[in-house]
């Protein structure tokens, strides 16, 4: 395995940093780019997991932060600049011939849904805890662009996310012209669960992982060859 600290250019005055991290076999089979929720960076538990998990199946992983992290602020950016942000990591980072997946949890996995709607070229997306509406206001629904997404992509929430009800996310997700979707019983948002239930955090992200992988191999590795670049 082998990992270097990245910048990524934005605009003139705004850079980013990210975390690459690469397969010890050559050339990697697919390329993951994740990003993590609002209130996270780089060093988002679960992304840190997934690029030790999924490096070891030759899988490289680029996880980066947004504008407001890499300046200390607590308040995300604007849209425009959330998108922008994911598309500059995007062409800086995508590997010719190979696979790409974008996503990442909450509010990253959002930014990614946004720009793969919007046309950005990906062979997949993964959305994990999708914030499909603000807690307690399902009025306010994350899901107009849903429709626009052309790639495979896998939904992963937690059957005791307060952004999202199964109910709600399987109805979201239908509007996707492929999308497969994982529900994490007793997981909530942060993908914590119960004492009472016997798991752990770390049980969920495993589970989350190993539907991955095989969704991966079936829904996107198998499918020929990667999409051109941009």
């Known amino acids: 395995m ?14 980013v ?10 050339p990697a089979q697919s390329l993951f780019i994740y990003a993590p929720g609002a209130g996270s960076n780089n060093n988002d538990p679960f992304g840190s997991y997934l690029s030790q998990r999924m490096v070891h199946e030759g899988i490289a992983l680029v996880r980066f932060q947004f504008p407001y992290m890499e300046a200390g602020k607590r308040l995300p950016d ?26 990442g949890r909450s509010m990253g996995g959002r930014i990614a849904s946004h720009v793969a709607a919007q046309g950005t070229t990906v062979d997949a997306l993964a959305l994990f805890a999708y914030p ?3 807690p307690g206001n399902p009025t306010k629904s994350r899901d107009k662009h849903l429709p626009g997404i052309k790639a495979p992509t896998l939904f992963c929430s937690g059957t005791r996310d307060a952004f999202a009800t199964p109910e709600e996310l399987a109805t979201a997700a239908a509007t996707v012209p492929s999308a497969t979707v994982l529900p994490l019983e007793g997981a909530d948002h942060g993908f914590s669960v119960l004492k009472s239930s016997g798991r752990t955090r770390e049980d ?27």
């Not at 082998?2 to 850079?15: L, W, Y």
């Open 2 to 15: 082998n990992e270097e600290t990245i910048q990524i250019s934005v605009r003139p005055d705004v850079s």
């Open 17 to 26: 940093t990210a975390i690459r991290t690469m397969p010890d076999t050559q």
């Open 78 to 103: 604007s849209p425009a600049l959330l998108e922008e942000t994911w598309n500059q990591v995007i062409e800086t980072v995508r590997i010719p011939n190979t696979k790409l997946i974008a996503g």
């Open 132 to 134: 499909l509406h603000p």
């Open 204 to 230: 969920v992200w495993s589970e989350i992982t190993e539907f991955l992988l095989s969704w991966l191999e079936t829904q996107v590795l198998e499918r020929g060859n990667a999409t051109d670049p941009l």
